[in-house]
């Protein structure tokens, strides 16, 4: 069974710099994608970023695109998300998932979340 924690999130100040992980399992192929999420208070769940664990392929909102890279590393099953310049927009839960189709499919499971906090 597909399984992915968040890890990573805390609190940082505007122009600030932040890391995270999601440690995934369960996997029968290469041939899926991890994507990053998040979700402000009062707000829908946006996509953030999103990694083709095949070819390294990757995807950018346009909102975060220039100031977080994602990243994969295979060996450790583990997908990372460095998160440079940040804003107080970028204050929300910060949730990981897979899709098996594309960046653009259906993903899941979840993992918990994990929150980021931008503010001085």
């Known amino acids: 069974q597909v399984q992915v924690v968040e890890s990573g999130g805390g609190l940082v100040q505007p122009g600030g710099s932040l890391g995270l992980s999601c440690a995934a399992s369960?996997?029968?192929?290469?041939?899926?994608?991890i994507g990053w999420f998040r979700q402000a208070p009062g707000k829908e769940r946006e996509g953030v970023s999103c990694?083709?664990?095949?070819?390294?392929?990757?995807y950018y909102a346009n909102s975060v695109k220039g100031r977080f890279t994602i990243s994969r590393d295979n060996a450790k099953n583990t997908v990372y998300l460095q998160m440079n310049s940040l804003k107080p927009e970028d204050t929300a839960v910060y949730y990981c998932?897979?899709?098996?189709?594309?960046?653009?499919?259906?993903?899941?499971?979840w993992g918990q979340g994990t929150q980021v906090t931008v503010s001085s």
């Open positions: 990694v083709s664990y095949n070819d390294g392929s990757t």
């Open positions: 369960g996997f029968t192929s290469d041939n899926y994608f």
């Open positions: 998932a897979v899709a098996s189709s594309s960046c653009n499919g259906a993903f899941g499971p």
